[in-house]
């Protein structure tokens, strides 16, 4: 009997031990202001085969109010990306921009000319500059151009198969929908800035929604859609560590009894583009002092 208590004792303590080693949602993304992320960031489009790589920054700056409550103003920049790869709009509105041709007219009508220099434009979905909201059940982006959620990272529990799904955009088109799964709660993952154990991998699918491709003259040749797919890895007190978002024009495609274009087959559920972030060095708060204080450490 004795044996068979201590047995029990064992196993609730296995239990208690299990629990407390679950990845909190708070700190998987730590946000002090003034905390700065830094990652090895790389950009291919493979249809002109171009390419660039270099360093981008995330830095969380200052705080703003929004209707969705008090939010950080997250700020960062990233090398130049090909022409192909810009749009005139920053975050999820300059992907819609990008994805869906049938509705920039419908963008510009809406949000008119949001065309920011290029060194303030954030080309990623998945990690992304803006307003930052963070609360006990949710992670997300406050979209300033329009009075929403413009994205969400982490939703809910932390457990390997939860998922979210997320209508972003509503006003633009309806069949916006982004998909969350948290695919590991163990992970381990190597970047420059050094090997990380018990990380939370979540996967992002993105919907830019169904489209009726029209050729020169106007006549129909068939619908399609497009996705953006990847995922982030999260490491408890350490925050967003590695990111990998793929861009599919052709995601699905749709031609009835006719022929798809030649041109669209190759591309039928391939990537034409791909991105991706390392952490390079961890996060760190930048320090501000006074004229003052630096004029007291050369006395």
Request: aromatic fraction near 12%; charge should be negative.
């Amino acid at each position: 009997m004795q044996r068979i208590v201590m047995s029990s004792f064992l196993i609730a303590v296995l239990i208690v031990t299990a629990a407390s080693a679950q990845p909190t949602l708070d700190s998987l993304w730590p946000n002090a202001d003034g905390l700065r992320f830094t990652h090895d960031c790389t950009y291919q489009e493979f249809l002109m085969n171009e390419s660039t790589a270099g360093t981008a920054w995330l830095q969380f700056d200052g705080y703003a109010m929004t209707p969705g409550g008090q939010a950080q103003i997250l700020k960062g920049g990233q090398p130049p990306l090909p022409d192909m790869a810009k749009a005139p709009y920053p975050g999820l509105l300059g992907q819609v921009w990008r994805a869906r041709p049938d509705l920039r007219m419908k963008i510009a009508a809406m949000y008119g000319d949001a065309a920011k220099d290029e060194s303030e434009l954030w080309y990623s979905s998945f990690l992304s500059t803006g307003l930052f909201l963070k609360s006990a059940d949710g992670i997300g982006m406050w979209h300033e151009y329009w009075n929403d959620t413009g994205w969400i990272y982490l939703k809910g529990d932390i457990l390997p198969g939860a998922s979210f799904v997320v209508q972003l955009l509503s006003e633009l088109s309806p069949d916006f929908y982004l998909h969350g799964t948290v695919d590991d709660v163990a992970a381990t993952i190597t970047t420059s800035a050094g090997t990380f154990a018990n990380a939370v991998k979540v996967a992002y699918r993105l919907e830019y929604g169904v489209e009726e491709m029209r050729d020169e003259e106007g006549n129909p040749q068939g619908k399609m859609s497009s996705e953006m797919r990847g995922y982030v890895f999260y490491v408890p007190d350490v925050g967003p560590v590695a990111m990998l978002q793929e861009f599919y024009l052709f995601a699905t495609m749709d031609c009835g009894d006719r022929p798809c274009p030649p041109e669209w087959v190759p591309w039928i559920d391939k990537p034409l583009e791909l991105q991706t972030l390392s952490l390079s060095q961890v996060a760190l708060p930048t320090q501000t002092r006074t004229w003052g204080e630096i004029k007291a450490l050369y006395r």
